[in-house]
């Protein structure tokens, strides 16, 4: 599927707005494109800042490093509510990873 790079509400795209997967392109600072690992990127959970804003959890399936990204406007609905709801019925998610967060 297309996943433009110009995404509403973000200014850098770093995962498919249809199933939220990501790839691990960035180190330390959004958009940076500095990471070595380029491993897939599992989207794991959501994560809401204090203003309302919504992160995507990802879960590198390379290295296993943790990171947050921003939604952006054209993200799947379905898809993001599907991954808040998660932890709160799947077991095998690992519960270290929720608690690092």
């Known amino acids: 599927m297309?996943?433009?790079m110009i995404a509403?509400?973000?200014a850098h795209r770093n995962h498919c707005p249809h199933c939220l997967t990501s790839l691990h392109v960035?180190?330390?600072?959004?958009?940076?494109?500095?990471a070595a690992?380029?491993?897939?990127?599992?989207a794991l959970s959501v994560s809401v800042r204090q203003d309302g804003e919504?992160?995507?959890i990802h879960d590198c399936q390379s290295c296993g490093?943790?990171?947050a990204n921003r939604i952006a406007g054209d993200d799947n609905a379905r898809a993001l509510l599907r991954i808040a709801i998660?932890?709160?019925s799947d077991t095998r998610l690992p519960v270290s990873a929720?608690?690092?967060l």
């Open 26 to 34: 960035d180190h330390r600072i959004p958009g940076d494109r500095r």
């Open 37 to 42: 690992c380029r491993g897939r990127m599992a």
């Open 86 to 88: 998660r932890p709160l």
């Open 2 to 4: 297309d996943v433009p």
């Open 8 to 10: 509403p509400g973000t």
């Open 54 to 56: 919504w992160l995507i």
């Open 65 to 67: 490093e943790l990171s």
């Open 98 to 100: 929720l608690l690092t």
